[in-house]
């Protein structure tokens, strides 16, 4: 890889850092970013428990930007968190995980990701990983994508009015 090419995938790069973000709408990543789907369907379980009368908490799933620029705790999984919702008198009725795929077909995509899931790439810029990214480009030349591994956890759990 020349010079040029360096600096032209460094500016490249760079602008996908600088792009903005709003909500949780990653359709500006449609066709360059590929992520496995879970094996829920979130919105029928909510949809499936909504009455009139209920009181729901819905964590982890984006949209409260504030929260989710904090990040989550290193014990932060399935078990420790339903054991927590149970000692806290909280009645688990379902729970599972998953480990999706997700697939980035070119490094700009990546980048932009990677800015926005700041919790999950501290420290994160194009000039501070460059050489890193150039290996990431060198992958996607050559394999297509490159391919992460997510966590995701569902738990439902409901406490029981005394």
Known sequence: MNAMNRDELRKLWQAEETKGFQGWDFSY??????????????KANVQARMSGDTVMLDMGTGGGEFLLSLSPPADYNLS???????????????????????RFKDVGAFVFFAKIIEWEFAGFSV????????????????????TSREHRFFILARKPFI
């Open 80 to 102: 420790q968190t339903a054991g927590e919702l149970k000692a806290a008198g909280f009645e688990v009725l379902e729970r599972r995980e998953y480990f999706p795929e997700l």
């Open 127 to 146: 000039d501070r990983c460059f050489e890193r990214l150039l290996e990431l480009h060198e992958a996607v030349e050559r394999d297509g994508h490159v």
């Open 29 to 42: 990543l449609a066709g360059r970013m590929e992520e496995e789907e879970l094996p829920w369907d979130y």
